[in-house]
C-alpha cells in the first residue's frame, strides 16, 4: 500500500478523533457546570469560577472516556470510507483490509502514548486544582492524608479550626502513629499551638496522645518556633476527631490527580510506609496499557464498519459495536474492583481486559472480512 494512502488514512481517523473529542469535552464541561451551579446554591462561588471549575474537571473524564472515543472515531471513519466506495475501490486494488487498517493502528497507539505522557500530566495538575477550589468553595473535603519522604501529614478541620498532624511512622491502617507532631490553627489560620507526642492511637472520636509535650503561642507571634515559651508536660491528652480508619484511607491523593510520571515515587513512599498502593498501581498500569486498548477500540470499530452501503444492516452493525464496548468498559470495571481488593493480581486486572479486546477485535475481523 502507497504511502499516500496510509497517510490519507491515518489523517482521516485523526481529524475525526480530534473532533470526537472536542466533542466529548465539551458535553463534559456542560455536564459539569450543570452540576457545579446546583451545588452553589448559596451562591459561594461567582459564575466565572463555577465555568473555571468545570474545564478543570472535564480532562481527567475525557481520559476515562477516551477508549470509548477511539472506538467511535475508528468506527466512523471506516463506515466513511465504506460509504464513499473508497473502501471497495482499494480492496479492489488488491489492498487487505489488515493494510487498510494499519494506518489507523499506529494513530491510535501513538493517541495512545500521548494520553498518558501528556495529556494525564496536564488532567492531574488541573484535577488537583479542582479538589482545592471545591473544598475551598464547597467545603466537601474536612480532612486530607498525604505521605512523603518526611512522614504522614493528617488534616482534620471542624468549626473550631484546622489540626494539622505529622507523624514519622504510623500502622498501615494509621489507627496508631509514633513521634507525632501536631500543629493547631484556628478560624483565622492563625497558628496557635503546637505539640509533641510519642505516639498518637486512634479512639471512638478522639485521638490518644502520650507522652505530650505542647507549647501554646502569643496571638502576636507569627513564627511557628516554639522557642521561648514554656513547655507543659503531660502524660495522656485527648483531641477530638470525627475520623475512621476508612475515612483516613479514604482520603489518600486519589490516582486521577497525581501525574503519571510522579506516580511510581507516590507508590515507593507509600508502600515503604506500610500503606497499600493497589489503587495506584492499577491506575499506572491501566495508564501503560493505553496504547493497546487504543488500538483493541480501532480494531472493534473497523470490524463493524468496514461493509459496503449497499449491503445494508449498518445501523445493526454501529449498534453492535457501540454494545461492544459498553461491554469492554464492563468487564473492564470488574476487573479493577477484583484488583484493587486483591483478588486477582494487578498485573493481570490492568492487562487482562486490553489483551481480551485485541483478541476479540482480531476474531471479529477476521469472521466479518476474511470468512
Known amino acids: 500500500m502507497s504511502l499516500t494512502l496510509s497517510l490519507y488514512i491515518a489523517r482521516r481517523f485523526l481529524a475525526i478523533a480530534g473532533a470526537s473529542f472536542l ?14 451551579i446546583r451545588s452553589n446554591s448559596d451562591g459561594t462561588a461567582g459564575f466565572a469560577d463555577l465555568v473555571a471549575m468545570a474545564f478543570l474537571k472535564a480532562p481527567s473524564v475525557t481520559i476515562a472516556a477516551a477508549p470509548f472515543t477511539v472506538l467511535l472515531a475508528a468506527m466512523t471513519a471506516f463506515a466513511w470510507l465504506a460509504r464513499s466506495s473508497e473502501l471497495v475501490v482499494t480492496r479492489a486494488a488488491g489492498i487487505s483490509v489488515w493494510a487498510l487498517v494499519a494506518p489507523a493502528l499506529v494513530a491510535s497507539s501513538v493517541l495512545g502514548v500521548f494520553a498518558f505522557s501528556v495529556y494525564n500530566p496536564l488532567a492531574s495538575a488541573f484535577a488537583g486544582r479542582f479538589e482545592a477550589l471545591e473544598e475551598r468553595y464547597f467545603g466537601r473535603s474536612s480532612s486530607s492524608l498525604s505521605v512523603s519522604e518526611d512522614g504522614l501529614w493528617l488534616r ?61 503561642l502569643p496571638p502576636a507571634s507569627l513564627d511557628t518556633d516554639s522557642a521561648g515559651t514554656v513547655a507543659r508536660i503531660r502524660d495522656e491528652l485527648r483531641i477530638r476527631t470525627d475520623l475512621t480508619p476508612e ?125
Open 23 to 36: 466533542a466529548v469535552l465539551s458535553l463534559v464541561v456542560v455536564i459539569n457546570l450543570v452540576e457545579l
Open 156 to 216: 482534620q478541620g471542624d468549626e473550631t479550626g484546622q489540626i494539622v498532624i505529622r507523624s514519622a511512622r504510623a500502622s498501615g491502617t494509621v489507627e496508631r502513629m509514633w513521634d507525632v507532631s501536631v500543629f493547631m490553627f484556628d478560624t483565622s489560620d492563625r497558628f496557635y499551638r503546637r505539640m509533641e507526642a510519642r505516639s498518637a492511637i486512634l479512639e471512638d472520636r478522639a485521638w490518644r496522645l502520650t507522652g505530650v509535650r505542647s507549647w501554646d
Open 247 to 371: 475515612r483516613i484511607q479514604e482520603s489518600f491523593a486519589p490516582p486521577e490527580t497525581i501525574s503519571f510520571w510522579a506516580l511510581p515515587d507516590f507508590i515507593r513512599v507509600l508502600e515503604d510506609s506500610g500503606f497499600s498502593s493497589s489503587r495506584h498501581r492499577l491506575h499506572w498500569h491501566s495508564l501503560i496499557s493505553a496504547p493497546i486498548v487504543f488500538a483493541a477500540m480501532v480494531l472493534v470499530g473497523a470490524s463493524f464498519s468496514m461493509r459496503h452501503a449497499r449491503f445494508g444492516g449498518l445501523g445493526y452493525m454501529a449498534l453492535g459495536c457501540v454494545m461492544t464496548g459498553f461491554g469492554y468498559f464492563f468487564l473492564s470495571d470488574i476487573a479493577t474492583a477484583l484488583g484493587a481488593s486483591g483478588a486477582v493480581p494487578i498485573e493481570l486486572a490492568a492487562w487482562g481486559p486490553p489483551a481480551s479486546a485485541v483478541l476479540f477485535s482480531l476474531g471479529l475481523l477476521l469472521h466479518f472480512e476474511d470468512g
